[in-house]
């Protein structure tokens, strides 16, 4: 989009919010309490409540809203609330000639029909509650003088209603022709500097005084005669009561004479009930004390017999039978040992007979073994033996924590190749001993030894040649 163009789409909606602002402000509302007066606008006619028509050129708005069209018209709000109005007038003469001054309050408002608001807009728009309530104070004011020189004292002091009703309908009739109703008048003092109202009342007060008077005077006398009446009747009463009293103390002195004779008479017959009553029990308490004796007896006698029984059971099981436990015993172990011996003896018989069986059979393994050995074979059980016999030698050596060893005679070696030496010439007797076991020299053992291995090897070959 061109940038000319939006510059023109954003003009005219600033246009547009612009114009719906202004509208919205044309837009004017009022409350209940108020009357929106819209003057500029074409004229147009009413008729007036006495039949004429009459052309105006503004509208009237009670309460709510209405459009106000810019340029053209102008609104303005009457107010409808009501408002008071003070009135304190100097002194006026009255129908006797007597000055006084009144004071009264009273409440106003604008008249809420078509021809009352604009008769009030005509009048009063633009001037506010205040400039109502200048107009009507003067209107007020100037009826409550009028109605003042109408009576006398008298009638405005006792009948301030009657006096507020004139002064109401005179007010009335001028507020009518300015579009306002009077809603109440009253007069809240009246006063005057000749003290006229302060002797107006001095007969009444004096009447009142007197009167009071009188009626105290009659109230005390009336207090004391119904004092001493009842002071008569309080004398006659306490006489009565102490009658009443003294009677009632017989009475009641006699009723617990009485009272007394039968709780004495109850209380000896419960003596005497209690009496037997214990006697009885004693009675029965000792008979019941006498079973108890007897039957502890008895029960003792049962428990000595329980005793004697149990200990012929205790020396029973403590002496007899354990006599006889043992004299059992005995024979059966004689008896036992009998049978031991018997059958120790046939074992031994059996076990020599197995032994010199074993040993007869080991013996003919042993020959049998014996003669299958060659002489290489015991040649070889020698040179088999040889190692441990020189570890018998040294073996006492190897036990030995200290050896202290003492200068000899200066021939030969000492110190510890002395002990080996020692050591090496009892190895060097071990040939000596094998000749002298198995007849020949350790040499000749060895030589034999290595040729019967290389035959063996020479004939073991040969076989695999020719195989």
Do not use: C
């Amino acid at each position: 989009m061109p940038m000319e163009t939006i510059t023109i789409v954003g003009v005219i909606a600033a246009i547009v919010a612009i114009v719906i602002i202004a509208i919205a402000k044309q837009y004017r509302k009022v409350g209940p309490n108020e009357v929106l007066i819209v003057s500029g606008g074409l004229k147009r006619t009413v008729v007036e409540p006495d039949g004429t028509k009459k052309r105006i050129g503004y509208r009237t708005h009670i309460g709510g809203g209405t459009f106000v069209l810019p340029l053209v018209e102008r609104a303005e709000v009457l107010p409808l609330e009501v408002f008071t109005v003070e009135i304190k007038t100097s002194e006026v003469l009255s129908s006797q000639g007597i000055p006084i001054a009144i004071e009264g309050t009273s409440q106003v408002r604008v008249k809420t029909d078509d021809h009352s608001i604009r008769l009030a807009a005509e009048l009063f728009l633009g001037k506010g509650v205040e400039g109502m309530k200048e107009i009507a104070h003067q209107i007020i004011e100037g009826h409550v003088r009028a109605a003042i020189g109408t009576m006398s004292v008298e009638q405005i002091y006792r009948n301030r209603k009657d006096f507020g009703d004139i002064v109401e309908k005179a007010v009335q009739q001028d507020f009518n022709r300015l579009g306002l109703s009077i809603i109440s008048f009253s007069i809240t003092d009246i006063s005057d500097s000749q003290g006229y109202l302060e002797a107006l009342g001095r007969p009444q007060i004096a009447k009142a005084r007197h009167d009071a008077e009188v009626a105290e005077a009659e109230s005390a006398k009336e207090a004391a005669i119904k004092a001493a009446k009842a002071r008569k009747e309080g004398d006659i009463a306490k006489l009565q009561a102490e009658t009443e009293v003294a009677e009632a103390t017989r009475d009641y002195e006699a009723k617990r004479a009485q009272y007394q004779a039968a709780v004495n008479q109850e209380r000896a017959k419960a003596d005497a009930a209690y009496e037997l009553e214990r006697q009885r029990l004693s009675q029965e308490i000792k008979k019941q004390e006498a079973e108890a004796i007897l039957i502890a007896k008895r029960k003792q006698v049962e428990i000595e017999e329980m005793e004697i029984k149990r200990k012929e059971k205790e020396l029973e099981a403590t002496v007899r039978k354990p006599a006889e436990a043992e004299s059992f015993r005995q024979e059966m172990q004689a008896k036992g040992r009998a049978v031991a011996r018997k059958l120790e003896g046939s074992a031994e018989v059996e076990i020599l007979k197995a032994r010199g069986v074993a040993e007869a059979e080991a013996m003919k393994k042993k020959a049998e073994s014996w003669r299958e050995y060659n002489q290489a074979a015991v040649y070889q059980m020698f040179i088999d033996v040889l190692p441990s016999i020189a570890k018998a030698i040294a073996e006492p050596l190897s036990k030995v924590d200290k050896i202290v060893i003492v200068g000899g005679s200066g021939e030969g070696p000492l110190g510890a190749s002395k002990i080996t030496g020692e050591v090496a010439s009892i190895m060097a007797q071990l040939p000596a001993v094998v000749e002298a076991l198995g007849g020949k020299q350790l040499k000749e053992i060895l030589t034999n030894i290595g040729r019967k291995d290389k035959t063996q090897a020479e004939e073991k070959n040969e076989t695999k040649s020719e195989e």
